[in-house]
């Protein structure tokens, strides 16, 4: 079993930067690919990033490219989300997520986190 809890989430204005935090603990697969989702208030769950193992490969959705940087550091267990630039389109409740496999299906991923809100105010 795998605990991830999502944190760094809160107010921010248009145009500023944040950085959510995905702490996990628990038996994380040593090949496991971390991602963040979101979901905004009446819409479906949207893949924003994912990183690999070793951190090598990354993948970003097109609506974040850019702006913002994923990153992991697999000795405190943890990955991280920058965000920058952000826009009143950020606005979502962010939620890290681990698959054995990958992808930016949502259906992948096995073990989530409960998530943290962002609010960008314009």
């Known amino acids: 079993q795998v605990q991830l809890v999502e944190s760094g989430g809160g107010y921010v204005q248009a145009g500023g930067s944040q950085r959510l935090s995905c702490s996990a603990s628990g038996r994380t697969p040593s090949t496991s690919v971390v991602g963040w989702f979101r979901q905004a208030p009446g819409k479906e769950r949207e893949f924003v990033a994912r990183i690999s193992w070793t951190g090598v490969i990354v993948r970003y959705a097109d609506s974040v490219k850019g702006r913002f940087t994923i990153s992991r550091d697999n000795v405190q267990n943890t990955v991280y989300l920058q965000m920058n630039s952000l826009k009143s389109e950020d606005t979502a409740v962010y939620y890290c997520?681990?698959?054995?496999?990958?992808?930016?299906?949502?259906?992948?991923?096995?073990?989530w986190g409960r998530g943290t809100q962002v609010t960008v105010a314009s």
């Open positions: 997520a681990v698959s054995p496999t990958g992808g930016s299906d949502a259906e992948a991923y096995k073990f």
